[in-house]
């Protein structure tokens, strides 16, 4: 088995990608934040076409269908809907030809389980996974080892007047070396259990903390471990952070059975959000656990010149899934969505990383000595 193909883990990380569960579903796309809402429109057109499923799929017997065709089928959807073939630079039909001779009418649920989970991690995508009643695989990097972070150090040794907020997702506060330097940690984009509604009320206290940091001359923006939630979380947030709107993103989406079926590009917009907003110098810091809507929060600051991006990459994790079911009633997600900047650049897979001048990693000893070396870089890339 690959070594990125992780066992035993919940899935239930609030990644920003929108699960569709089945048709029932479908509600959710047309309640999104309207900073999403267009790509969530041209969605529904694709649930029609590939996610109609079946009674008998809901509550399907994994001895009732043969290996072959279970393998078959999870190979042909993909083949079908999955929108990153190109970017990736992968040959569905090679895969195929990889996997398939191990294939047979008498082997065990579980050798077929892990055949198809090796060959989705072909995909390296971390919003593509294969759950069975006795095993879970994520196709990506999501839960490879965490980069050093430690926000309780961060609290302990550079940090003064802190303050939680958000039910815990913002902690924020001023450096004790430099007051006139703010300090704001965004843990993710979701919290507790998610409805339809795409914002939540924690995600209100943004404005409390905006006002707590509003007499520094700059700020220090971590979203470190942001594994991201909800897009109205996100766009409302990122909002006061925005002093000009701005394109910064443009995304396609698949529509049909050809790899190069995708639909017309859907630009996405940050606008300013709320009575105040923060457009001092900010720092922003990064690592490779930031992922899905903590990326499209990345993108958007991005686009504003106030804004530097220091730390390390991102996972690489945009596009918008899927959730699917095999006729044994195993679940899949597929990636049906193509994410660009406002350039055209990709960063599925690769990630977004910080121009060569700001990046910076942080190492175990370092943090383990109590250094944060990305967050001490911040400060000195904002003092400049």
């Given at each position: 088995m690959k070594k990125n193909n992780i066992r035993h883990l919940q899935k239930s990380d609030g990644s920003c990608s929108k699960v569709l569960k089945y048709a029932g579903n479908l509600k959710a796309l047309c309640r999104c934040n309207r900073l999403f809402h267009a790509v969530h429109i041209v969605l529904i057109s694709i649930c029609l076409c590939f996610c109609t499923?079946?009674?008998?799929?809901?509550?399907?017997?994994?001895?009732?269908?043969?290996?072959?065709?279970?393998?078959?089928?999870?190979?042909?959807?993909?083949?079908?809907?999955?929108?990153?073939?190109?970017?990736?630079?992968?040959?569905?039909?090679?895969?195929?030809?990889?996997?398939?001779s191990s294939i047979s009418d008498t082997m065990s649920s579980r050798k077929l389980f892990d055949v198809c989970a090796d060959m989705l991690c072909e995909l390296d995508d971390s919003h593509v996974y294969l759950q069975a009643p006795f095993d879970y695989c994520n196709a990506g990097g999501r839960f490879t080892a965490a980069e050093p972070f430690s926000l309780s150090l961060i609290q302990s040794r550079y940090l003064e007047d802190i303050h939680t907020a958000g039910n815990g997702m913002f902690t924020y506060g001023h450096l004790k070396s430099d007051?006139?330097?703010?300090?704001?940690?965004?843990?993710?984009?979701?919290?507790?259990?998610?409805?339809?509604?795409?914002?939540?009320?924690?995600?209100?206290?943004?404005?409390?903390?905006?006002a707590a940091v509003s007499d520094t001359d700059s700020l220090i923006l971590d979203v470190r471990g942001n594994r991201g939630g909800l897009e109205g979380n996100v766009s409302y947030i990122a909002g006061r952070f925005t002093g000009k709107a701005a394109v910064y993103a443009v995304t396609r989406t698949k529509n049909g059975p050809s790899q190069t079926d995708f639909s017309g590009s859907v630009e996405l917009t940050i606008s300013p959000q709320g009575a105040v907003q923060y457009c001092k110098p900010v720092a922003l810091i990064t690592n490779k656990q930031t992922i899905s809507g903590g990326?499209?929060?990345?993108?958007?600051?991005?686009?504003?010149?106030?804004?530097?991006?220091?730390?390390?990459?991102?996972?690489?994790?945009?596009?918008?899934?899927?959730?699917?079911?095999?006729?044994?009633?195993?679940?899949?997600?597929?990636?049906?969505?193509?994410?660009?900047?406002?350039?055209?650049v990709c960063y599925e897979g690769s990630g977004i990383a910080p121009v060569a001048s700001y990046m910076c990693e942080n190492t175990e000893d370092g943090v383990a000595s109590g250094t944060d070396a990305q967050l001490e870089r911040a400060v000195s890339f904002l003092k400049q």
């Open positions: 499923v079946s009674c008998s799929f809901l509550g399907g017997n994994e001895d009732d269908y043969t290996p072959g065709l279970i393998f078959e089928q999870l190979w042909n959807n993909y083949n079908k809907t999955y929108a990153l073939f190109d970017v990736k630079g992968i040959d569905w039909n090679a895969v195929h030809e990889k996997y398939a007051h006139s330097i703010g300090y704001v940690y965004i843990a993710g984009f979701s919290y507790g259990r998610t409805t339809l509604e795409q914002q939540q009320g924690w995600a209100e206290d943004i404005d409390t903390v905006i990326e499209y929060f990345v993108l958007a600051l991005r686009s504003q010149s106030n804004v530097i991006h220091t730390g390390s990459r991102t996972a690489g994790a945009f596009s918008l899934s899927l959730e699917r079911v095999l006729p044994n009633g195993w679940r899949y997600a597929v990636s049906v969505q193509k994410v660009t900047d406002a350039s055209g």
